[in-house]
């Protein structure tokens, strides 16, 4: 079974600049997550998607924070203007459902900020 | 919303010794409990979970303990081994009214002396 895709792997920006994310989950996984890790630091829930459909997007900075899955499959996290506390590990997961189903991760991207 | 408190921060043992990481959670809606080990620079790997109707669950030399009364949940490795050596993360979820949302503990780096 082919695991959850990410891309970039990494990607290096200056502040103020646009950024995005790719993420293919896993085939006929219907919920979708995008989770920013600062070093050091667990990973942390920015938005989560059931097939096309926002359920949680509480903890994304929606002004200049972005996401987007159309048709229920692949999704796109875009920043814009980054700041310099933007830089992290932005990892993609994927899980069956929502009720307690193993939640599987990509490789992340990994952005850095000058 | 749900916070998950992780301890200790890192851990140095022997190997063959065993490890203990400990995860306390202050929801108690809360009612899914996975434990990812992440080595450095790579994805999160589930490694094993536990639903609040269980109390312990093992697979080969890891095993969860879950004490719901105490909010406090447990992760033992036995004849520990360098490759065991990582950053381990725990989490918790209030599955379907959270719609299966992660909120993970701070992680606790592992180190297997050989």
């Known amino acids: 079974e082919a695991g959850v895709a990410q891309s970039p792997r990494y990607k290096i920006i200056e502040k103020r600049q646009s950024v995005a994310f790719w993420c293919n989950p896993i085939s006929g996984h219907a919920t979708l997550y995008w989770y920013q890790q600062i070093l050091g630091q667990g990973p942390k829930l920015l938005i989560q998607?059931?097939?096309?459909?926002?359920?949680?997007d509480s903890q994304l900075p929606k002004d200049r924070f972005s996401a987007e899955r159309l048709k229920g499959v692949d999704s796109t996290l875009k920043i814009q203007p980054a700041k310099l506390e933007d830089s992290a590990v932005y990892l993609c997961?994927?899980?069956?459902?929502?009720?307690?189903?193993?939640?599987?991760f990509g490789d992340g991207t990994r952005l850095s900020i000058l | 919303g749900e916070n998950v408190e992780q301890h200790p921060s890192t851990l140095s043992v022997q190997e063959g010794d065993s490890a203990v990481i400990k995860c306390t959670y202050s929801?108690?809606?809360?009612?899914?409990f996975p434990w990812y080990k992440q080595e450095l620079g790579k994805r999160p790997q589930l490694i094993i979970d536990?639903?609040?109707?269980?109390g312990e669950k093992k697979d080969q030399r890891i095993a969860v303990t879950l004490n719901k009364t105490a909010k406090h949940f447990s992760l033992h490795i036995t004849e520990t081994q360098p490759e065991d050596s990582a950053v381990y993360f725990c989490?918790?979820?209030?599955?379907?009214?959270?719609?299966?949302?992660?909120?993970f503990g701070q992680g606790t780096i592992l180190t297997v002396h050989p």
């Open positions: 998607f059931q097939n096309n459909g926002v359920v949680d």
């Open positions: 536990i639903r609040s109707n269980v």
């Open positions: 929801d108690s809606a809360s009612n899914y």
């Open positions: 997961a994927s899980s069956l459902g929502t009720s307690n189903q193993p939640q599987h």
């Open positions: 989490a918790a979820s209030m599955g379907g009214t959270s719609y299966g949302k992660l909120t």
